[in-house]
């Protein structure tokens, strides 16, 4: 499995704004896509926020971003923004369930 983790900073009065356009912009496209496990967009009242998508490996990852989805939500998102999002790769070490 691979993990990739986006970090966004979001103007904490433009948040519940760029939430809307995250999940019309991503969450609407990603599910049908190859190798696509789950996403999980995580917000706090300050503007952070953070999206973690799970795919079967980082092949299917690297070609859901070759669709322009991440630039056309780059576009979207306009001065709702505080700064640029910053990506990141993490490999599960441990997950458990009840």
Known sequence: MHNAIMKYSFKPERLEEAVALWKSGVADKIGSQ????RVQFY???A??????G???SKEDAEN????G???DILKTFG???????RGGEYSLVHFEEA
């Open 47 to 52: 503007g952070e926020a953070i999206a973690i």
């Open 79 to 85: 001065d709702c923004m505080s700064e640029q999002p």
């Open 69 to 71: 989805v991440f630039a």
């Open 34 to 37: 190859p190798g696509f496990i």
């Open 54 to 56: 799970s795919w079967a």
């Open 64 to 67: 859901f971003m070759k669709t």
């Open 43 to 45: 917000t706090e009242p």
